[in-house]
């Protein structure tokens, strides 16, 4: 057992080497090929069919939906628990009493926390007079959303319990006493609503029943949004929590409900990825190819399944740069303005969507530097000939005007319009849950201020967060998959333990980055646009953070992502168009994807697994903690 555990521990991440240097030695070379830029165009008469026919988008929309459906279910499964304390009391200078039956014996406490942050003192009593300390309950900022056992050592049989809020205004959600099986002790309490809930309480905390990661601050703030008090977590804008609350409003105060927008986003995500492709290289092979591909991406699978604000920023990103290419290749405004739309909406969520609108600036830009020089370029064909006499002396003409050019300054209002104003307004109107808690109307002076205000505050911060972590990473150890964040790990008396981490599946992150080279050569050598715009894309994410002194995690490289799928689809699509046997390259190189992404399983879902074949198996490099 121990050397066939040796044996796949090395034999895993050298087939799967083997096998990225072998997809790539189907590549066709570069300096001559067909590209996608420079496809032969056929217009060919349609064929007569017979009323009644499918639509020609039907098999491509019975794709998306297999694929995306095929997705849900795992993405879905054990997402977390639908039941949970949903009312919670301010515990503030107040103190509880739960009066227990007479011949009960509590085993353990098990205490589920609200927001904010403060001290209990636990004190068990045999007859409601004398009373014996037991416990001392810190709720930091940390520990919220989340069940909590305490099991104090005690020589007698309580009959009372009491908890006595001593500092701070926390807020309690649910008080439930267990006994040795495990089973709620029926309990009368003065304040009824910390236990109108036992069957609520699990037999211990586990990222199914309670909140992990960033959930301490994001879900929390969602449900202050839904209850009109003033937001903890202030340094990202408001549009990201306002959606995971209404998961929330929808689905309760509990984990599914506070990561089911997150997830059903990162399913929709693969549609419009699929559409993206199909915009970008047409057919059905490489758009379905490339949907399968993100499909099977750890980071897409582990970041949707979690209450942060990183998914709404990744698919808002998608639709910004989706719509953008379909204005660049069609001159569409209605695309142009759905791109602002999309990018305001993206700003609203988190503002490394910002780093995306310079990319969108740029692509714009270099669009209508094009389309200048071209206009500049007459061939001397078309130029006016010079009669044989000679000019004739009459006085000159005006010079014509550039035509583009009011078309250029009619554009540049547009954009002033779709990509400055309507953001602006989206990102003000955001901030109405901040304005309702304190009852600021919305047009106001104190509503500005305030906007302004967190701006200035959200600046700062991410200015000088130098907090250190065990799982902090650079830029430069994202392009290589180096250093992956682990968001939850458990371990387990059986041996066994349950994980949760971030980070790219190898075979996208490395095949996707070294499918940016032929891009760049492509672009640079080859003036191929669409190669240049998936690069732009790409960089316009990460060149930003190269300078980012401030704290760090490979989750940040989630929008570039997206690029590294783009790029190998754009790799995919010059092996179709340059080699006869490319289906082989391309369907084995996503099957090596998806079989990956079943390997990795347990440790991105939080199965249970063996503890020293997870770590022989799936810590390919020693800084991966798995």
């Given amino acids: 057992m121990n050397a066939l555990r040796v044996l796949l521990e090395y034999a895993l991440p050298i087939a799967a080497a083997l096998?990225?240097?072998?997809?790539?030695?189907?590549?066709?070379?570069?300096?001559?090929?067909?590209?996608?830029?420079?496809?032969?165009?056929?217009?060919?008469?349609?064929?007569?069919?017979?009323r009644g026919r499918f639509p020609a988008w039907l098999p491509d929309l019975l794709l998306v939906l297999l694929i995306a459906g095929a997705y849900a279910v795992p993405a879905f499964t054990n997402l977390g628990d639908r039941d949970a304390p949903q009312t919670f009391v301010p515990m503030h200078g107040r103190t509880a009493c739960l009066t227990l039956e007479a011949d009960a014996v509590p085993s353990r406490l098990m205490l589920y926390t609200g927001i904010d942050a403060g001290s209990y003192e636990i004190l068990y009593s045999e007859d409601g007079e004398s009373w014996t300390a037991a416990y001392n309950f810190e709720q930091d900022y940390a520990s919220v959303l989340k069940w909590h056992a305490l099991t104090p050592a005690l020589s007698m049989r309580p009959r009372y319990v009491q908890i006595r809020c001593t500092s701070g205004t926390p807020w309690l959600g649910e008080l439930t006493l267990l006994d040795g099986d495990g089973l709620p002790i029926p309990v009368s309490c003065d304040i009824p609503q910390l236990c109108d809930e036992a069957e609520t309480a699990p037999a211990a905390q586990s990222y199914l029943n309670s909140s992990y990661f960033d959930e301490i601050y994001h879900a929390r703030t969602a449900w202050e949004h839904l209850n009109g008090i003033w937001p903890y977590e202030i340094s990202h804008p408001p549009l990201g929590k306002i959606i995971i609350s209404l998961g929330i409003r929808l689905l309760g105060m509990t984990p599914f409900g506070w990561r089911f927008m997150?997830?059903?986003?990162?399913?929709?995500?693969?549609?419009?990825?699929?559409?993206?492709?199909?915009k970008l290289f047409g057919g059905r092979a490489v758009p379905t190819l490339g949907t399968l591909l993100f499909a099977s991406d750890f980071m897409h699978y582990t970041q949707t399944r979690i209450a942060t604000v990183d998914t709404y920023a990744v698919f808002f990103i998608l639709l910004m740069y989706l719509c953008m290419y379909v204005y660049l290749s069609r001159e569409s405004l209605p695309a142009l303005g759905l791109s602002g739309l999309f990018f305001g909406l993206g700003a609203a969520s988190k503002w490394t969507c910002i780093y995306a609108g310079g990319g969108l600036a740029v692509l714009w830009l270099l669009h209508w530097i094009g389309r200048f020089v071209r206009a500049r370029r007459k061939p001397e064909a078309e130029a006016d000939p010079v009669p044989e006499e000679g000019p004739v002396l009459e006085e000159s003409p005006e010079p014509e005007r550039d035509p583009l050019l009011p078309a250029f300054f009619g554009n540049c209002l547009f954009c002033m319009v779709f990509f400055v104003f309507l953001?602006?307004?989206?990102?003000?109107?955001?901030?109405?849950?901040?304005?309702?808690?304190?009852?600021?109307?919305l047009f106001s002076r104190d509503y500005l201020e305030m906007v302004w205000?967190?701006?200035?505050?959200?600046?700062?911060?991410?200015?000088?967060?130098?907090?250190?972590?065990?799982?902090?990473?650079?830029?430069?150890?994202?392009?290589?998959?180096?250093?992956?964040?682990?968001?939850?790990?458990?371990y387990f008396d059986d041996g066994t333990r349950s994980s949760i981490c971030a980070f790219l599946n190898p075979a996208i992150c490395w095949g996707g980055l070294l499918s940016l080279f032929v891009l760049g050569y492509t672009a640079l050598f080859r003036r191929d646009r669409k190669a240049a715009f998936i690069l732009l894309g790409y960089l316009a994410q990460l060149i930003p953070w190269m300078f980012v002194r401030r704290i760090t995690f490979e989750y940040h490289y989630f929008p570039s992502s997206v690029f590294l799928i783009l790029a190998l689809c754009y790799v995919f699509r010059l092996m179709k168009l340059n080699r006869p046997n490319w289906l082989p390259y391309t369907v084995s190189f996503t099957a090596v994807s998806l079989l990956l992404f079943g390997l990795f399983f347990p440790a991105l879902g939080g199965l249970p697994v063996d503890n020293s074949l997870a770590t022989g198996l799936l810590g390919w490099l020693p800084t991966w903690p798995l």
């Fill in 453 to 490: 205000d967190n701006q200035q505050f959200m600046l700062s911060y991410h200015l000088g967060v130098n907090a250190e972590h065990p799982y902090a990473s650079r830029w430069y150890q994202w392009v290589l998959d180096i250093r992956p964040i682990l968001y939850y790990l458990e």
């Fill in 423 to 441: 953001p602006c307004l989206i990102y003000y109107l955001s901030y109405f849950p901040y304005g309702q808690a304190r009852g600021i109307p």
């Fill in 262 to 278: 997150g997830t059903l986003f990162g399913v929709l995500m693969l549609p419009v990825l699929y559409l993206f492709l199909k």
């Fill in 19 to 50: 096998l990225l240097i072998a997809f790539f030695t189907g590549l066709p070379a570069l300096k001559s090929c067909l590209l996608p830029g420079e496809e032969p165009v056929s217009s060919p008469l349609p064929r007569p069919g017979r």
